[in-house]
Nanobody, 114 residues
Framework: QVQLQESGPGLVKPSQTLSLTCTIS??????????WSWIRQAPGKGLEWIGY???????YYNPSLKSRASISRDTSKMQFTLQLNSATPEDTAVYYC??????WGQGTQVTVSS
């Protein structure tokens, strides 16, 4: 069994950096295979893929967020992080982390507001 848990501030001010961490625990047999993603869902909208990190340090981003998003990982802690610069109210959403396309965190609400 694999568990994912998102953590980070629930409230971010406009223009600041939105930063979230996903911690993976449980079955460690996949620990040498990295395919970890961030997805979000804004109020009243569908799921939006933000990006993922795979293999060594290869990262891929939604073109609409590429200029502001950064995903990194710390394999020693089985964690990966999302940073989204210059946050705007349009970044208000429930943010999910996903591992290997199969396992999901429960999601964390992030509100961008002054």
């Amino acid at each position: 069994q694999v568990q994912l848990q998102e953590s980070g501030p629930g409230l971010v001010k406009p223009s600041q950096t939105l930063s979230l961490t996903c911690t993976i625990s449980g079955d460690s047999t996949k620990s040498n295979s990295f395919y970890w993603s961030w997805i979000r869902q804004a109020p009243g909208k569908g799921l939006e893929w933000i990006g993922y990190i795979i293999g060594g340090e290869d990262t891929y981003y939604n073109p609409s967020l590429k200029s502001r998003a950064s995903i990194s990982r710390d394999t020693s802690k089985m964690q990966f992080t999302l940073q989204l610069n210059s946050a705007t109210p349009e970044d208000t959403a429930v943010y999910y982390c996903n591992a290997w396309g199969v396992y999901w965190g429960q999601g964390t609400q992030v509100t961008v507001s002054s």
